[in-house]
């Protein structure tokens, strides 16, 4: 998580000040701080969802009803996807939509896909469903190479 994304829990008033530093050191440690956010019960990844949808105004995807043999294939290695915390959903024309928890990182997204000619255009999701479907995406590839 990074720290814009920080920045909005605490300006909704969600992250309580003793809970600030253990976040912002994670941060500094480039450390993901999302599972230490749930398990400090601070917000449910659907709410999170919900609130990043509404403050950045990005569409919201429940990726349980979202096929995964309809992720675009060859556009972001498996290592950019993880980095990223990032999945390829569809591509349409030069614009290509790019499943995020943390749409604040944004900018490292983009920088990923411009190599390949296109646009990225974000839609939120779930971390949990994100992250379940990561690390599908991982062991199917790696299923493929034994």
């Given at each position: 998580m990074s720290v814009g994304l920080l920045r909005v829990l605490v300006q909704k008033k969600l992250v309580p000040q003793e809970n600030l530093a253990k976040y912002q050191e994670a941060i500094k440690k480039e450390k993901p701080i999302l599972p230490l956010v749930f398990s400090d019960k601070i917000i449910t990844p659907d709410a999170l969802a919900q609130l990043c949808s509404d403050v950045f105004n990005y569409p919201m995807l429940d990726?349980?009803?979202f096929p995964r043999s309809r992720i675009v294939p060859d556009v972001l290695t498996?290592?950019?996807?993880?980095?990223?915390?990032?999945?390829?959903l569809h591509k349409r024309g030069k614009k290509l939509y790019v499943a995020v928890s943390d749409p604040t990182n944004l900018q490292n997204i983009q920088k990923a896909v411009f190599s390949t000619g296109l646009s990225?255009?974000?839609?939120?999701?779930?971390?949990d469903q994100l992250s379940t479907v990561l690390e599908w995406f991982g062991q199917s590839n790696t299923a493929l190479f034994c």
């Open positions: 990726l349980n009803f498996e290592e950019q996807m993880q980095e990223l915390r990032c999945i390829p990225a255009d974000l839609v939120v999701v779930r971390d």
